[in-house]
């Protein structure tokens, strides 16, 4: 089973939204309040398998009950018995080649169908099957639902580890009636143990096959996982049979273990065409645990002979993407309501593995190069430590080297995903894309006045005593042999200096020599030393007046506090 197509109307944050899920794995990015988890529960309010849900005014857009929520779920790769048994054959549509919908399905369509959750001012939820043939639909029962088999790994997440209605383990057993007589007849001898034998054998395989996938993620069993009955929860509601380790139920074990193993009995449905909705992935789980977790699932779907079905996850942690492809990374956006769905450019596969916070921000400053980035990071703990103004970490702002003349396209993908954005670069040479075009898309474009690159604008905008420290800088990095020499090299009227810098004389041809120096041989070509630099920028900065260097970080100290 898998989505093919995905509306939603006036839910929560949502106002609207259209998208087409185009992968079996899908992990949702995007700063909070970008409605990543209002999707993954508009999919569960749709298909998830129970009589009733409690809904409230708070559930619509903007508490507006005048407008219904309509939640409409595309499915396709649909098990017989939806189109058979449960008689909804009349209600098939037609997925095309293009991803469109045809009501009127041919033989080359994929069969779908599109299922709707409605809530109205009554707030009463309706579920039906709907077409353009059939405008009112056709009732889709709770039990149809269950058929579809979507699972969430919530904050009800100990219900996994009870045979119950809608839990993994209840999946992977084959006939639920068989639980239910069970536990009706448990329930009316409570005091009464079930001896082994008695339990029914496909709980037991259910049980093996839990304490395999257990080993697989990294969990050691104390004993064998068995099904016995949990005098604390003897009811079909919740599950009177729960899993065990030993004579210990699982779900008396720590949160990061249960939390594990619920992932991976979930993950393991996966290969029987469920539907996986897990929020925040990396909860309570170690970095190595999730990379370890995303391996395991990347192979399967590599490997795997039949379809599987899908799933989708949401993540604040870095691991989690830099483990995961971008054809499986998507951007969420929500501006005044409307949600946006864009998946990451495989061209930025390597920006995610080295800089993948980047992608967690609200606005990103693309630098042409390291040295730009520790600038940045140094007027950052200034602004925020001494200044008193917003720090970069609270404004959701994240520096990111664009790695020299790729920066404008690393600019303008980044805007095209939805973020903010500044490009922060040299202008010495031309950009390979327009100034005049990136500010049309909205990208705030800094340059250097006069075809300077960062450290020629620096070398002539600091005074005499900063461009000596400098100097001094680049001396503790290489030597005082080497910097005389680059510098003499480059001075091009025939004079040179020796490591007196006292004797130096302040002139445009001596600053232009040491900032060209500066860049021909890397000297502060790195993190660590582009915060040095821009901290001798902060000790000078009340004599540098209205100097280029200044006016630029004041443009983009403007857009770093513009909210907008």
Known sequence: MQIRHLKIHNFRGIKEIEWIPRTN??????????????????????????????????????????????IEVTLGDLPEQIIQDDGYGLCLRGWCADSTINDEPSDEDEKVITVRFQVTGDFEPSWSVINDRLPEGKKFSSKARESIGVSRLGSY???????????????????????????????????????????????????????????????????????????????????????????VPLNRFGAGTRRLLILGLQLNLMNRG??????????????YKIRHILNLLKHEINSAVNKLG????????????????CENLYIVGNVAGITSIKQIDSYLQPYIRKLPESFFSKKVIVCEGKTEVGLLRAFDNWWDNVMGLCSFALAGVVPAPGRGHEAPKIAKMFNELGYDVALLVDSDESLSIGDA????????????????????????????????????????????????????????????????????????????????????????????????????????????????TILKLKKLRNWIDDSK
């Open 25 to 70: 794995l899908l992990c949702l990015l995007g700063p909070n309040d970008s409605t990543k988890t209002t999707i993954l529960d508009a999919i569960e309010y749709c298909l998830w398998p129970r009589y009733n849900i409690f809904v409230y005014d708070t559930d619509f857009y903007n508490s507006d009950i005048s407008s219904p929520i309509i």
């Open 274 to 287: 469920s539907i996986i909705l897990i929020d925040e992935i990396e909860y309570g789980l170690a970095p």
């Open 437 to 548: 075009v990136l500010t049309d898309m909205g990208i705030l474009v800094l340059k250097w006045d006069n075809e300077c690159s960062i450290e020629e604008r620096i070398c002539l905008d600091l005074p005499w005593a900063g461009v000596i420290r400098l100097v001094e800088l680049a001396i503790d990095i290489k030597s005082c042999e080497h910097v005389i020499s680059v510098i003499n090299n480059n001075l091009n009227n025939g004079d040179t200096i020796t490591d007196n810098k006292s004797e130096w004389e302040d002139t445009e041809c001596l600053r232009k020599a040491i900032a060209k120096a500066a860049k021909k041989t890397s000297w502060f070509k790195n993190t660590s030393y582009g915060k040095e630099v821009g901290n001798i920028v902060i000790e000078n900065i009340e004599s540098m007046g209205n100097t280029d």
């Open 310 to 325: 899908q799933l989708f996850l949401t993540t604040h942690a870095p691991i989690t993407i830099v483990e995961l492809e």
């Open 157 to 247: 997440l100990d219900r996994h580890l009870r045979w119950c209605r809608g839990s993994a383990l209840t999946s992977m057993t084959e006939k639920y009636e068989s639980i239910i007589g069970l536990l009706n007849t448990a329930s009316k001898a409570i005091k009464d143990s079930i001896k082994l034998q008695d339990i029914p054998e496909q709980l037991k395989q259910a049980a093996d096959e839990a304490q395999n996938i257990a080993k697989k993620y990294g969990i050691s069993p104390i004993g064998k996982y068995l099904p016995r009955l949990d005098t604390q929860a003897v009811s079909i509601g919740e599950g009177g049979f729960s899993l065990h380790d030993g004579l």
